[in-house]
């Protein structure tokens, strides 16, 4: 057993006075080596070599169970350095502190590496998913979710994100880390990243102008979600914008899930693409003078009240707009003119350029 000494400085006062830089790196926190020289009920002695003896403490014991029940003495393992001379003259060690301390470490060359890790997914929040690396809890936030998991939920309530997150519990997924701070036990992953590397491989059989055949995957309120027929893992974006030529309140009005559609690739931002309908559409602009024109007597359906008018939908996909003022105001609007029906308008002004036609009520 090994015996306490009577001279706690004795050890490094000696060092230091014949070799000022022996332990310059020997500081709290580090990672050594060291030997076991024997094991009590209370303590657990190491052996530092030139650096004199290590104890691990009974509180640190328990901790450590698993590392200690096989290692006999004369059995290297890493230690973590709690104190270089505590009250009892020993460098006080942490076994369990060490080895969780590797693990940071090997997590880290992991991210430095860029190497795609598997994990299983064990819970989830209203921020993203959870999971763990080697007993380290990871983080995999919302916004690091592929295309293929993250959830499409209208409105963004988040009830029914969670509930869309929970369905992936218990699955696996390929990430990639992003993020660690082993101070902070903060561990971030993503499947985004790791989802982005096979996509650009993939996208690099397109190129921007080609028309491809697509399966509405999703519908939200700023676009439609669709996956590539031929590559079903390659999933492109139509913006709303992107949806028809004429202004309209709600993408499902153009599509709906399972949708086939042909649409064409404006876009290919490293593993995103993006993809337009409106493209393959005739621009009812260009014909518009020769249909349209000033003073004109017109046919239109009311399809939506905003804060400074009404939009009407007129035929050849146009669309005009009758001003508020008007009316005399928003509610005398709504008095006079009901969603979905048919009235006869005044064309008092267009201007092509701006892709505006301004409709008066006939009278």
Known sequence: MVQKTENKTSFFSQLLKNEPDGVSYLRDGDLVEAALLSKTAKAVYFDLGRFGTGIVYSSEISNAKDILKNLKAGDKVSVKVVSIDNEDGFVELSLAGAHKQ???????ELMEKGEILEVKLNGANSGGLVAEINGIKAFLPVSQLSVKNYPRVEGSDK???IKELKKLVGQELKVKIIDLNSRNNKLIISERE????????????YKVGDLVDVIVSGVTNFG???RFAD?????????????DWKIIDHPKEIAKVEDSLKAKIIEIKDSQVFLSLKALKADPWEKAEEKIKEGKEITGVVY?????????NLEGDLQGLVHVSEFGGTEEMKKQLELGKSYQFIISSVKIQEKRINLKLKK
């Open 231 to 243: 590559n079903p893992s390659i999933e492109g974006l139509i913006h709303i914008s992107e949806l």
């Open 102 to 108: 590797k693990e940071w470490q090997f997590l880290r």
């Open 304 to 312: 939506k009240f905003n804060p400074i008018g009404v939009l009407i």
């Open 159 to 161: 009830n029914e994100i």
């Open 224 to 226: 439609v979600f669709a």
């Open 194 to 205: 790791a989802a982005e590397e096979d996509i650009k491989k993939l996208l690099t059989n």
